[in-house]
């Protein structure tokens, strides 16, 4: 049986902040972009009621009209600060600055740490033997269980360990660490101490992790002396070694600080274990440099199991972290501790209706920004029990995510529409051989989901029973800004339906910069004010933030997407703005032409970019894998693709070129960098650009011979 969703969001402490306050329900100023969602049929999903969607249009209207209330609210709700200099009716401090010089400051002088609050309120509130952290190894026998009594402990020896070697509040420290409990241990240990994180993806190359450990001047790296994923070992010492090694790093580095893998992943004394967990004792031998190198698993034992928190600043920044990449060299953006924390924990409870007793399991990385906000952040700040998952959803087999979910049962899950997509070629066989009726949310997040894939997800995985959230958000925002509450909005597929609240999301003409008013539009998507979890700099660069972020459109944050708002003011993410087509005059989203492929039952993934033409300005050139291991030329399958768009858009959409390719350039976030695919297309395959964030990099020789091939 599973939970009423739309009992559990009606509660939803979100849904009467507004009118709690106003003492009346909904604000005075409608802004004129507001969608009439009266007018929007519930769709698929029979639960969602037009007065759930009346309450969301009166509270995000307050939430705008009211909104330093509003976020007053929800940060004395959600976080327990240790000095907040603002109540209710003096919280027009509670933000200063704006977009134009990029000086926005929230809660400026409350005073808050990060660590304590995902950690130590709860173990003061009675929750010390809830289970906070489920780590599922590589191997799915490896499981380790930690209660937030554990975590305090754990965290506070690593805080004291690496205050031992040095590291004091302000210090950055890049962390290149495999998915172990450590890793999530190591980034909470840092914010207990004020030191900034920076985690770098451990399946970035030693050039990569370089550059970020340069560009940060961190003097210390915390590392493992290997990672594990899908069965291989990946030297992750080695690497950092030769990372250092690099003239970028040169005597930046002072300590190297190595976790051993297995000795790290056995169960102590206290740690419960579903009675598995293996330890083969085989620790592999790395070089150490012994001025450099201290093994944390021997100085570990040595620290007192309690560190002090420090009382950090709102505006203090709380960690580093970088884009993906996929539109150009990716960007160091800096993330402040309160403003953060709270919009974290904000997102995951409104999004997710994120339960104390809710086992939450977001399959990302916590290298990117959606394993810092949704594996540790937003489920330990709100006291849920968190799952880091360290293998790949292939590993031993296709059905990794479901036998998950069936051992732990697993409530809320959370992952990227790549991994759906690869998983559709198995078929619906496999989620069918496991017990999923644990799962109430699903959540989508990365790239649009085609509502091909979006249609396998909501019924071979959620059996036509769940939510599916599509989490339309960027490393920038530090959280959801476009998504469908479950219980409030009815989805639509592809969609990622309307704004959350706090967000004021607006549509511009590109080349105007003028807002466009109404539904049934298409333009860029920009953001009108501040909220309190977006990124406040690029590290050491605050010219390229503005000139990024808030240039582009004056008065206005620049998302650098495409978007269409439908007749029933739902968002579409339509692609990169980068990335948009202009053929004949007509404006293309790739997402839009790449949907309709994927429709095409041989094709797995598609990727569509436009290359210079003489006549119609743009030519559409599209890439596809297939879903067999088939990637024979096939005349009659290309016709077919061709009509299929053609029958889904419009003729003019129709692509020029179609190449049936083994693979296509994945960022290692499982994004498509379209724009290797762009320059390869059209001829200037020696102009790529900062490609370190390629999966894949011999993907580029592969598709230069195969592009070759149309000329
Ligand atoms: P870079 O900024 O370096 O080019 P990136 O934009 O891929 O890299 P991220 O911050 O990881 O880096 O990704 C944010 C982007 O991902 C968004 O701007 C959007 O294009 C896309 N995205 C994320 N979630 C969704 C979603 N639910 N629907 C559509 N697009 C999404
Ligand atoms: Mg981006």
New binding site residues.
């Given amino acids: 049986a599973r939970p009423d969703i739309t009992l559990r969001v009606a509660t939803d402490p979100t849904a009467t902040a507004g009118a709690a306050i106003a003492g009346k329900s909904g604000g005075d100023d409608v802004p004129d972009h507001m969608p009439d969602l009266e007018d929007i049929a519930p769709l698929y999903d029979a639960k969602s009621e037009n007065t759930a969607l009346k309450r969301y249009k009166s509270d995000y209207v307050f939430s705008l009209s009211k909104n330093k209330q509003y976020w007053n609210k929800r940060a004395t709700d959600l976080i327990t600060w240790d000095n907040y200099p603002f109540d209710e009716s003096s919280c027009d401090g509670i933000m200063t600055g704006g977009f134009e010089y990029g000086d926005v400051a929230w809660f400026p002088g409350a005073k808050l740490n990060v660590c304590s609050n995902a950690i130590d309120r709860h173990v003061q509130n009675g929750k010390a033997n809830d289970i906070a952290m489920i780590w599922e190894g590589d191997e799915p026998d490896q499981v380790l269980k930690f209660t937030y009594a554990d975590m305090l402990r754990k965290v506070s020896e690593i805080a004291n360990a690496l205050k031992s070697q040095g590291v004091r509040k302000g210090d950055v420290v890049t962390i290149y660490m495999p998915m172990i409990p450590q890793l999530p241990m190591t980034m909470l240990a840092c914010m207990r101490l004020g030191a900034v994180h920076s985690v770098v993806f451990a399946g970035f190359s030693s050039e990569a992790l370089s550059s970020r450990i340069a560009a940060s001047k961190s003097s210390v790296v915390v590392t493992a002396d290997v990672g594990m994923r899908g069965g291989k070992t990946i030297p992750l010492k080695k690497i950092v070694d030769d990372a250092i090694g690099k003239h970028a790093c040169k005597d930046i580095v002072k300590k190297v600080l190595v976790y051993e893998r297995e000795r790290s992943i056995v169960p102590d004394g206290n740690i419960a274990t579903d009675g598995n967990a293996k330890c083969s004792g085989n620790t592999p031998q790395i070089n150490w440099f012994p001025d450099r190198d201290v093994n944390m698993n021997d100085i570990l034992p040595k620290q007192r199991p309690y560190c002090p928190p420090e009382s950090m600043d709102a505006e203090d920044a709380s960690f580093i972290l ?10 160091g953006l800096v993330h402040t501790t309160g403003g953060y924390a709270l919009y974290a924990a904000h997102t995951i409870q409104t999004t997710f209706d994120l339960q104390p007793n809710d086992i939450f399991a977001c399959v990302a990385d916590c290298g ?3 394993g810092h906000t949704y594996v540790v952040y937003g489920p330990l700040l709100s006291g849920g029990t968190t799952v880091i998952f360290e293998s790949t959803p292939m590993y031993p087999d296709a059905g990794r995510y479901w036998d998950m979910v069936q051992r732990h049962k697993i409530t809320l899950f959370y992952t990227a529409p790549t991994a759906v997509r690869s998983l559709i070629r198995f078929g619906d066989d496999i989620p069918k051989k496991y017990d999923l009726s644990s799962l109430r949310i699903l959540g ?6 085609n509502p091909a894939a979006w249609s396998w997800y909501y019924h071979a995985v959620g059996e036509g029973k769940c939510t599916i959230v ?7 925002t530090g959280g959801h800004i ?2 469908n509450i479950p219980g409030v909005t009815p989805m639509k597929p592809g969609s ?1 339906t309307l704004p959350l609240y706090g967000i004021d999301c607006i549509v511009l003409d590109p080349m105007t910069g003028k807002i466009i008013e109404g539904n049934d539009v298409e333009g860029v998507l920009a953001i009108r004010r501040p909220w309190p979890g977006m990124a406040r700099t690029c590290l050491d660069d605050h010219e390229r933030y503005l000139a990024t972020y808030f240039r582009p459109y004056k008065g206005y944050y620049f ?3 495409a978007v269409r708002r439908d007749k029933d003011g739902y968002y579409f ?1 339509t ?2 703005v980068d990335d948009v087509l202009n053929v004949s005059g007509h404006r293309i989203g790739t ?1 839009e032409v790449e949907s309709a492929l994927v429709k095409h039952p041989s094709v797995a993934q598609a990727a569509v970019v436009g290359r210079p033409h003489v006549i119609k300005g743009e030519a559409i050139v599209a890439f596809a894998t297939l879903t067999e291991s088939n990637t024979e030329e096939d005349d009659e399958l290309v016709k077919e693709l061709r009509t299929l768009v053609r029958g889904e858009i419009g003729p003019f959409a129709a692509p020029d070129i179609i190449c049936i390719t083994p693979l296509l350039p994945m ?1 290692r ?1 499982g ?1 498509i960098m379209r724009r290797v695919l762009r320059k390869i297309s059209a001829g200037e395959a020696d102009q790529l650009g900062d490609v370190s ?1 390629l999966a894949d990099p011999s993907v580029v020789d592969t598709l230069i011979a195969l592009v070759g091939r149309y000329d």
């Fill in positions: 970088y884009t993906s990449g996929s539109t150009g060299q990716p960007k990117w920004i959606t989508s997040v990365g790239e649009p989901i599509d989490t339309y958000w960027q490393t920038e476009i998504t990622c998302t650098g997407d993410i692609g990169r997402a960022t976030s994004k964030t």
